[in-house]
């Protein structure tokens, strides 16, 4: 009989430290991170000054809060087409669009770094569509891409 007591308390005990990792306090994903790509590059805009969402969601949280596979996977789609977008158009000499996308990137790097590394492969497909301008012989471009990326990683 005295084992009864000592499995409930191993029991409960199990039970709290499973609650306290399931990340239930942790705030959802922000309605606008899976919504539309075109919103994501309208707070782009901002760029290199702090860029947030309407709801004041930072990009990284975007990327941060991303929980289940739904998450992970919209946030990616959203995220990633926003990026292949601007890309192309810094691939056009838009240096404008370079800054934002290396704010993009810059962001999904900060939201992926406080996460226990599911979240990098979301930052790592972001990062693929900045790939495209190194070295592109453009220096306004690479130079904003630049600039872009040091400003996300600061406040993105």
Known sequence: ???RPAALLAVAAAAAALAGCGGSDAPPVDEACLSSPDRVEQALARAPAAVTLPSGTRLSDCVSRARTDADLQTTGLVLTRAADHLAGRAQAGDAR???????????????AARTNGIHAELAHRVESAARVLA???APAVEGALERGLRAGQATG
């Open 97 to 111: 669009a370079a800054l934002a996308l290396g704010y993009l990137v810059g962001a999904a790097r900060r939201g």
């Open 1 to 3: 009989m005295p084992r």
């Open 135 to 137: 070295g592109a012989g």
